[in-house]
């Protein structure tokens, strides 16, 4: 039985992000997910909006910790190498109404701490985004709001953290936790990745544990005490538009929020697309991530946002992802009382990924308090970044395909993604072995034909790098095998 100093349930951008500031202390950690991937369940689907951090409820941990992890995202982005840029939100008022609202999430912006946030005119407004809404009578400006790409701060904050010495168990669930002396024992199923005669029971032992489970955190909260927690699945349904749409807004653009949410946005994307969306529909079912032609006409109702001749016959993509709801109105974070050791990072919504760092800092914070360990002299604070050949210079380009031609050979025509950026991601310390494991690092398979074209190429890149054959290739894992066999021998 192995047995670890701190275990992580969860592979998100929340147990990534506590797992790598953990590392900067010796510990023996490990992360422990269900998945075929890093970043598998609610942060495959994120909108990848770095929010200011004006709408939370003053003196909330939502407010505090969106703030410290929004001021934090610049650094460490570029520590770890990924396309991050403060392109500005703004909140529009196209009602007298909204007017009043806007003027209260200023003063709650304030009271947060969020600095630079002015409001606009109607006119500084349309100067700036000039397809607003006809109705629009103002907005609310947080030149501090931002893009990033959620799927690369996931996988980039995993291999931190794995370089740093943290041991990742994908393909790994937990079962049932039980408390035993200094600590806790964790049962689980792990997944063979090809065989489902090879599944095995597998345990764990740790003094602490931090349960960062998404939608299924209330699961493991309650295993350890009466207070119930409740989490519930909130789908939210988005539209991707193609890259030639990605301009018709500059910064991220909301309605004014209401209580299931901020309402359907508009913003670019870090890639270059635009994204329209969320709706917000509450299921009992955790893996509920369908798209539903309700929610989808909604999203394409004219007048959701507050942007006028969205060019919907640009969109190339539907999609739907699943938020953790919390019963308690606030991010849930914190050592349950009556078990020592026992961590929730639960209930973790929007701004979940804005806040993302800050909440590695308050639960490192935590666990340092229970352990007491030394910090590590050798932390390697920066990662190698990934290759973006569409980012780069002419210059740099030519460059980097006369040191290795793969660079030049384009497999992903639409996202222009070469064989030498998929090369470069399967090789990577937790690289991708699956077709969404290439598309989420690299962007190949996530343009105009989604994969109609680059999804056989990209096939063979993994058939060959990771040494099986194409028939075990895979879109997410066991069970989402893309070819049965050769059609002669069938």
Do not use: W
């Not at 988005?238 to 910064?251: F, I, K, P, S």
Request: net charge negative; hydrophobic share 35%; with cysteine.
């Amino acid at each position: 039985m192995d047995r670890y100093d701190v275990i992580i349930i969860g592979a998100g951008v929340t147990g990534c992000s506590i797992a790598r500031q953990l590392s900067r202390y010796d510990l023996k950690i490990a992360v422990l997910d269900r998945n075929q991937d890093i970043g598998e369940g609610t942060s495959k689907a994120n909108s990848g909006i770095v929010h200011a951090g004006f709408d939370a409820k003053p003196g909330t941990l939502k407010a505090r910790l969106n703030v410290r992890g929004s001021e934090m995202m610049p650094d460490l982005a570029q520590k770890l190498g990924i396309p991050f840029r403060r392109n500005g939100s703004m909140v529009v008022a196209l009602s007298d109404r909204d007017v009043t609202h806007m003027n209260e999430l200023y003063e709650r912006g304030i009271k947060n701490g969020v600095k630079e946030l002015r409001i606009l005119s109607r006119e500084e407004a349309l100067e700036m985004e000039p397809n607003l809404s006809d109705d629009t009578k103002g907005a609310l400006l947080a030149p501090t709001g931002g893009i990033v790409c959620p799927f690369r701060l996931t996988s980039a904050l995993a291999e931190s953290a794995y370089i740093n010495g943290v041991s990742f168990h994908l393909l790994t669930e937990v079962k049932d936790i039980s408390a035993i002396e200094n600590g806790y024992r964790i049962e689980a199923i792990h997944y063979d990745e090809f065989d489902p005669a090879k599944d095995k029971k597998v345990s764990y032992e740790s003094t602490v544990v931090i349960n960062a489970a998404g939608v299924y955190a209330d699961r493991f909260h309650n295993m350890m005490t009466d207070d119930k927690l409740t989490i519930t699945a909130r789908k939210g349904e988005y539209c991707l538009l193609d890259v030639t749409a990605g301009g018709h807004v500059d910064h991220t653009v909301f309605r004014m929020p209401s209580e299931l949410g901020k309402g359907i946005l508009v913003t670019p994307t870090i890639h270059g697309n635009l994204l329209v969306g969320p709706t917000a529909t509450d299921l009992d079912d955790k893996e509920g991530t369908y798209t539903t032609a309700e929610g989808l006409a909604a999203v394409n109702r004219p007048g959701a946002s507050a942007v006028k001749d969205l060019p919907m016959g640009e969109v190339i993509t539907s999609f739907a992802g699943l938020r953790p709801h919390g019963d308690r109105g606030d991010f849930v974070i914190g050592q349950i009382p009556g078990c020592k050791g026992f961590i929730d990072a639960a209930a973790i919504e929007s701004p979940g990924l804005s806040a993302a760092p800050a909440i590695g800092e308050m639960v490192a914070d935590i666990v340092c308090s229970i352990l007491e360990p030394s910090v590590r002299d050798d932390f390697c604070e920066e990662l190698e970044p990934l290759t973006y050949m569409k980012l780069l210079p002419y210059e740099k380009q030519q460059e980097l395909i006369a040191k290795d031609s793969t660079y030049g050979n384009i497999i992903c025509r639409c996202a222009s993604v070469s064989e030498g950026e998929i090369l470069e991601t399967i090789r990577r310390p937790l690289g991708a072995r699956t077709l969404d494991g290439v598309k989420r690092r690299t962007g190949a398979n996530m343009g105009r034909c989604q994969g109609g074209f680059c999804y056989p190429k990209v096939m063979e890149i993994l058939s060959r790098e990771l040494g099986i054959p194409m028939e075990l290739i895979t879109k997410k894992g066991r069970g989402s095998e893309i070819l049965k066999g050769k059609i002669k021998e069938i």
